[in-house]
């Protein structure tokens, strides 16, 4: 097990435990259909956007992002804070493509977790290599300016954090899921430390956030999670049938350290004071 590749205990059997309310077969089927035609249309501008900057490409992205949220049916309430980087209601703005642009770290929940990222700021994502192979999604990723790093080969770490650093260095925002992992929303895992060291040698700032998704009422959305051995099928139909999900984010005040450990550690403790309970986050690290 490599440290790109750490596995959650999160399980579909016993995390995805129905809860919330559902929407009947009519509206599902009709948000499958929308989100669909919302990929069809992502996969065919990809190659031509592509001949745009990539602060062009960030804010394309971002639109895209958001109409595929609304049509499976996903709010995104970004909490009091995030005016920072998300602008104005009407939508997000670019950040200054002028200096160091930050390095956003979250936690990691599910497949929807970038485009969520992508539809409240404009940023490129750092993402698995296998992404680029997986059909439309994968020229949707490349064209938007992923940032790609293999997660299968701990040789070619160096030069994914080179480029990290790199776009920062050119004013780009990158948004990375630092626990390499996706968790059920109700625990979170350790942050590695890679990407940070991209931060430290970009001089850039680090800006936490931290994503909880929430049903009607505020209750904890945990099927919209995508595990380790859930399929992305199954999660799609599972999303799409979801009646009120919504995706809480919320950005927290920059992080500083000398060192990438501590960088790691002071983003996930800011995440987890959000996302679990302050106390059942220190006796986890006690542990």
């Known amino acids: 097990m490599i440290v790109w590749s750490p596995e959650a205990p999160c399980r579909s059997g016993t995390c995805l435990t129905p809860q919330g ?22 996969a065919l501008l990809a190659l031509p956007v592509r001949l745009l900057g990539t602060a062009g490409r960030a804010r394309l992205a971002s639109v895209w992002s958001r109409l595929a ?27 200054p493509v002028s200096g160091v642009a930050p390095l956003i770290v979250s936690n990691h929940v599910s497949w929807l977790d970038p485009l969520v990222m992508m539809a409240v700021v404009p940023c490129r994502v750092l993402a698995r290599r296998e992404v680029r192979g997986w059909p439309l999604v994968g020229e949707m990723a490349v064209g938007a300016g992923a940032v790609l790093m ?31 992992t996706r968790w059920c929303g109700r625990e979170m895992g350790v942050f590695r430390r890679a990407v940070f060291q991209a931060a430290l ?31 992305l099928a199954a999660s799609v139909l599972r999303v799409a049938g979801l009646r009120g999900l919504t ?22 403790s800011s995440i987890a004071s ?14």
Do not use: N
């Open 21 to 42: 309310p559902k929407v009947g077969p009519p509206l599902r089927a009709l948000r499958l259909v929308a989100v669909s035609l919302v990929v069809l249309t992502g």
């Open 69 to 95: 949220l609304w049509a499976l049916g996903v709010r995104v309430a970004a909490r009091p804070g995030f005016a920072f980087l998300a602008g104005s209601a009407a939508g997000p703005r670019a950040l």
């Open 150 to 180: 293999d997660g299968e080969r701990p040789s070619r770490l160096p030069e994914a954090v080179a480029g990290v650093a790199r776009a920062l260095g050119e004013g780009d925002p990158v948004a990375a899921f630092p626990e390499g």
């Open 201 to 231: 040698d970009a001089g850039a700032p680090v800006r936490p956030v931290a994503m909880r998704y929430l049903g009607p009422g505020g209750t904890p959305a945990v099927e919209a999670a995508y595990l380790g051995d859930d399929s």
């Open 247 to 268: 995706v809480e984010v919320t950005l927290l005040p920059p992080v500083q350290a000398r060192d990438r450990r501590s960088l790691a550690w002071a983003a996930e």
């Open 274 to 287: 959000v996302v679990i309970a302050p106390t059942a986050h220190g006796a986890r690290v006690a542990a």
